[in-house]
């Protein structure tokens, strides 16, 4: 079935250090790629997204992700992370690169320590 | 800047009752969503509207029914609610135009007790 996976339900991570966040997606064409993130007791806001292009795509709040069609992914990273980090993140897809719904991956919960 | 207002943040109902979830947005988006967010489930698509009085079913539509009588708003009804039906509940608009995101609004936590 065509589907959306973080393979992380729990990541937790020490102040400063770097983190990955990985999303993978079965869908046969490149779809549009989003990730979110939801802050304990908020909505949730768009980090970045891939439409096409330089695979390589910068966010907010100084993430970035990068497309490897190859494998499918679209993993997410920040070099340093920082204590207010600490969220839930959600890869999303729209699998048809057109008028659909998003799907979205079940969620990986992040962690900071100091 | 894009707004999209729910008409609750938490609401406890009784197994039984109707419930109404209100979503209204001010950005003229043809389409809109209702999700549910479970921990550990992600956020799961319940109806969504492409367009005034258009309505599709999502991944999980039983038990929810749906009205959108004006562009701006999008209604979540529970005919009868259930323990089960105790969640987050998340509305979303899309904008198809230019950045083909979506916005979502601050959530409603709904307890059917």
């Known amino acids: 079935a065509q589907s959306v996976t973080q393979p992380d339900i729990h990541i937790t991570v020490s102040e400063g250090a770097s983190l990955e966040l990985r999303c993978n997606y079965s869908?046969?064409?490149?779809?549009?790629l989003f990730w979110y993130v939801q802050s304990p007791g908020q909505g949730l806001q768009l980090l970045l997204k891939?439409?096409?292009?330089?695979?390589l795509v910068q966010g907010i709040k100084g993430f970035e992700a990068e497309f490897k069609r190859s494998q499918s992914s679209f993993n997410l990273r920040k070099p340093s992370v920082h204590w207010s980090d600490a969220a839930e993140y959600f890869c999303?897809?729209?699998?048809?690169?057109?008028?659909?719904?998003?799907?979205f991956g079940k969620g990986t919960r992040l962690s900071v320590i100091a | 800047d894009v707004k999209v207002t729910q008409s609750s943040r938490y609401l406890v109902k009784r197994t039984g009752e109707k419930v109404f979830l209100e979503c209204v947005q001010d950005?003229?988006?043809?389409?809109m969503f209702w999700y549910r967010q479970d921990p550990g489930l992600g956020l799961r698509l319940i109806y969504f509207?492409?367009?005034?009085?258009?309505?599709e079913k999502g991944d999980i539509p039983e038990g929810y029914s749906v009205s959108r009588e004006k562009k701006e708003r999008f209604s979540l009804i529970l005919e009868s609610a259930s323990t089960n039906q105790t969640s987050m509940y998340l509305c979303?608009?899309?904008?198809?135009?230019?950045?083909?995101?979506?916005?979502f609004g601050p959530g409603t936590r709904l307890t059917v007790t």
């Open positions: 869908y046969g064409a490149t779809p549009y």
């Open positions: 979303a608009t899309l904008d198809t135009t230019l950045t083909y995101e979506q916005y």
């Open positions: 891939y439409f096409s292009g330089d695979t």
């Open positions: 950005m003229d988006h043809e389409n």
């Open positions: 999303a897809v729209v699998p048809d690169s057109g008028n659909t719904p998003l799907v």
């Open positions: 509207s492409y367009d005034v009085k258009m309505k």
